[in-house]
């Protein structure tokens, strides 16, 4: 009886040991979550994964000094890389813009069509959703957008019309679903 429940207790341990860790993200109000999306009927959680130990030259050129983006993984599954130096500046100037950031990753990845603008708008509408958003946050993460000066096209040019897209959006899907 006991070498049938240790056996058990292997096989559990084996099981745990080769599935894949949790992935969640801490918010501001300290409640973790996931990032997770649908395909083919399966349930996945995006991975997250953090480069660099967030000292200044620690950096990941491949990220192309974003805080944060989406690429796929071997399988196709898409992965959230985190620029721990980015990141960890962009919080001490704004601490709310790591919550947004992580819901516009998160539209990238359950979406990998959609738009820079369109997955702001969703990051924004996510939080607003989930309570998150009030005027001060909302103002605060509009004067992040608009230091951003010089952006690719794919963003309008800068972070004034970035953030202009965006809240042009968010009012338009509000008011569709009124």
């Known amino acids: ?40 009927g399966q349930h996945h959680i995006v991975k997250e994964v953090w480069l660099g130990d967030g000292a200044i030259g620690d950096r990941h050129p491949q990220l ?27 919080i001490e100037r704004d601490p709310y813009m790591s919550d ?29 959703k989930l309570g998150l958003m009030n005027e001060a946050r909302r103002d605060s993460l509009a004067s992040t957008h608009q230091r951003m000066l010089r952006l690719p096209s794919r963003y309008g040019g800068s972070g004034k019309v970035f953030w202009e897209r965006t809240m042009a959006c968010v009012e338009q899907r509000l008011d569709t679903k009124k």
């Open 64 to 90: 192309g000094g974003a805080a944060a983006v989406v690429r796929p993984d071997a399988e196709g599954w898409p992965v959230i890389f985190f620029d721990n130096v980015v990141f960890k500046a962009m």
């Open 1 to 40: 009886m006991k070498s049938t429940h240790l056996r058990t207790a292997i096989l559990l341990l084996g099981l745990l040991a080769a599935s894949d860790p949790a992935w969640s993200f801490e918010r501001t109000d300290g409640v973790e979550v996931q990032c997770t999306l649908e395909r083919d």
């Open 100 to 128: 947004f950031v992580f819901y516009h990753e998160c539209a990238h990845a359950t979406d990998s069509e959609r738009s820079e603008i369109d997955a702001n708008c969703e990051a924004y509408l996510t939080l607003d």
